[in-house]
């Protein structure tokens, strides 16, 4: 018999189930149209993770100046123990933009859950990811969820009632939220763990200006090559007709509101075609692509306070760059 690539992909470990909560659509010309004609114009930091925006963060992981990344996989890695004390045996961890899943790995063998859940828009990524973790850890039930965090899930993830349920969030995607945004979402993760349940977060911490303004522009440049691509992306999948050399990444820390910006900047007066569309770009306008905000723990901790989360604990690395927190009733 003859197989294609496709029968050959579906021989799945049997502790692997996949659920589908994508709708077909996938289109993100509304939401590009929406953002550009704004008076300032803005992208969603989601937009960023085509196949080659997902690599290109991968690298940005991988660069010296960017430390959210090895730091936080540092904290996890030292305090796997603590942190499964904290959560208990019996538990089900649901991963919000799992991505290649490789934190939970960390935990997995001091926290020994009954279920991981694997929550992703990147369909391809999430299945390949999931049958890895899969195989590597047969005593693991394995769910992978195609779908979108920031849409209504309480009602279709309906998970057994003895194990106690753990969000986990790693990778201060957090910052990416407003602060009034953040405490929704932290209030919809309450809903779905529920009274007993919790939220396992990573959060990026408040510290010098020069530390975070090389984190957004490592020498390596792969931070303005992954913000650029959000162009090219829009090239590729709407066929708009954006210049890459007539924009340039420019990312700056605003002191005020506590949070990087990352903005494209266009190099001179232009108009872009998207469609059946045109906008017009002033010489130095910007779209706003991204926001990524840090807390003081005290902040953070308050945040979740108020979105239902009375209890929590941090851990943190020696110089106070990150914070793992534990969150629960
Ligand atoms: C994945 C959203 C946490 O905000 O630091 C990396 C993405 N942007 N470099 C972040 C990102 C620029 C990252 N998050």
């Not at 010296?64 to 089900?92: F, H, K, M």
């Not at 394995?142 to 790693?170: K, N």
């Not at 494209?264 to 010489?283: D, E, K, M, N, P």
């Not at 990524?292 to 020696?318: C, H, I, K, V």
Request: aromatic letters at 10%; glycine letters at 8%; one cysteine or more.
């Amino acid at each position: 018999m003859k197989f294609g690539a496709r029968a050959a992909l579906q021989l799945e470990p049997r502790n692997l189930w996949t659920v589908d909560l994508e709708p077909a659509s996938g289109s993100i010309l509304q939401e590009v149209y929406e953002g550009l004609s704004q008076a300032r114009k803005q992208l969603p930091p989601k937009l960023f993770y085509d196949r080659r925006g997902a690599a290109l963060f991968g690298a940005i992981c991988g660069t010296q100046a960017y430390y959210p990344t090895r730091t936080e996989n540092a904290i996890l890695r030292r305090r796997a123990v603590e942190i499964a004390g904290e959560i208990g045996a019996d538990s089900a961890v649901i991963e919000f933009g799992a991505g290649q899943i490789e934190k939970i790995r960390l935990l997995l063998p001091s926290l020994r859950p009954t279920i991981y859940a694997a929550l992703d828009i990147s369909r391809e990524q999430l299945v390949q990811a999931s049958s890895r973790l899969a195989q590597d850890y047969p005593w693991l039930a394995v769910i992978a969820v195609i779908g979108d965090y920031g849409s209504p899930l309480e009602a279709q993830l309906t998970l057994p009632a003895y194990a106690r349920r753990v969000v986990f969030f790693p990778g201060s995607t957090i910052g990416n939220f407003e602060p009034e945004q953040a405490v929704g979402f932290l209030q919809r993760v309450r809903t779905l763990v529920g009274d007993k349940g919790g939220m396992l977060i990573g959060v990026d911490l408040e510290k010098p200006v020069r530390i975070l303004d090389l984190a957004y522009n490592d020498p390596e440049g792969y931070t303005a090559a992954f913000n650029l691509n959000l162009l090219a992306r829009l090239n590729r999948e709407l066929g708009a007709d954006f210049e890459l050399a007539a924009f340039e990444h420019h990312a700056f820390y605003n002191a005020d509101r506590s949070r990087i910006e990352m903005h494209l900047r266009s190099l001179r007066a232009q108009r872009v075609r998207i469609g059946s569309r045109a906008f017009a770009f002033a010489a130095g306008a910007t779209i706003h692509t991204e926001n990524s905000y840090n807390y003081t723990p005290q902040a953070f901790g308050e945040m979740a306070r108020a979105a239902g989360f009375p209890g929590s604990r941090m851990w943190t690395d020696p110089d106070h760059l990150f914070g793992v927190f534990f969150l629960h009733s």
